[in-house]
């Protein structure tokens, strides 16, 4: 049987990085907020593949995860222009 998980994230930290801290706690986030799966969603290599095999999904489809209208349209341009 294929299994196909539909509900996966990336992100490209670079880009991450540059989100105001302020806007992230304006949003109710608490300091630090994502800093644990930062490695985790960078990620689209081996380690990806790795787990997927371990939880038996056949194929990802992956969504960058990034910042929203308000943190800024250039910052939304570029984060979508980096993963295409």
């Known amino acids: 049987m294929r299994v196909?998980?539909?509900e996966e994230h990336f992100t490209i930290p670079s880009l991450m990085h540059r989100?105001?801290?302020?806007?992230i706690a304006r949003r109710g986030f608490p300091p630090?907020?994502?800093a644990a799966l930062e490695?985790?969603?960078?990620?689209?290599?081996?380690q990806r593949i790795a787990?997927?095999?371990?939880?038996?999904?056949?194929?990802?489809?992956?969504?960058?995860?990034?910042?929203?209208a308000d943190l800024g349209l250039k910052a939304m341009?570029?984060?979508?222009?980096?993963?295409?």
Do not use: Y
């Not at 989100?19 to 806007?23: R, V």
């Not at 341009?77 to 295409?84: G, H, I, K, L, V």
């Open 32 to 34: 630090g907020f994502g």
């Open 4 to 6: 196909v998980a539909l």
């Open 51 to 68: 787990d997927m095999d371990k939880a038996g999904i056949t194929m990802h489809v992956l969504s960058i995860t990034g910042p929203g």
């Open 77 to 84: 341009r570029e984060w979508r222009s980096r993963a295409t």
């Open 39 to 46: 490695k985790q969603l960078s990620d689209i290599g081996s």
């Open 19 to 23: 989100i105001d801290l302020q806007a």
